[in-house]
């Protein structure tokens, strides 16, 4: 049984840094694409940023030299830096994960934690 399990989330001032997690069980991390999504209010569920193995992340233009996706194989976890955030970001990050290639499209990815909560007021 494929088990992902958020946390790191929570409330930072604009311009603030957050490091979310994602552990994963029956599942292996550095084999399979792992990304990061997030939704806020109102709006359609977006990719952040997905990874493979180290050297093949991927961003979305909104996030891109804000966030670093990175993993680590020994603990079956994925992480997201979250640095210089902003009002926008605020939105529940969902971690996901799909076998092979990775994919922007949430529809692609099989698997689902249940989220975390990021707040940037201004």
């Known amino acids: 049984q494929v088990q992902l399990q958020e946390s790191g989330g929570g409330s930072v001032q604009s311009g603030g840094s957050l490091r979310l997690s994602c552990a994963a069980s029956g599942y292996t991390v550095g084999r399979n694409c792992m990304g990061w999504f997030r939704q806020a209010p109102g709006k359609e569920r977006e990719a952040v940023a997905v990874i493979l193995t180290p050297g093949s992340e991927s961003y979305a233009d909104p996030v891109k030299g804000r966030f670093t996706i990175s993993q680590d194989n020994a603990k079956n976890t994925v992480y997201l830096q979250m640095n210089s955030l902003k009002l926008e970001d605020t939105a529940m990050y969902y971690c996901?994960?799909?076998?092979?290639?990775?994919?922007?499209?949430?529809?692609?990815?099989?698997?689902w934690g249940q989220g975390t909560q990021v707040t940037s007021p201004h």
């Open positions: 996901a994960a799909k076998d092979d290639r990775c994919s922007y499209r949430s529809r692609d990815y099989e698997y």
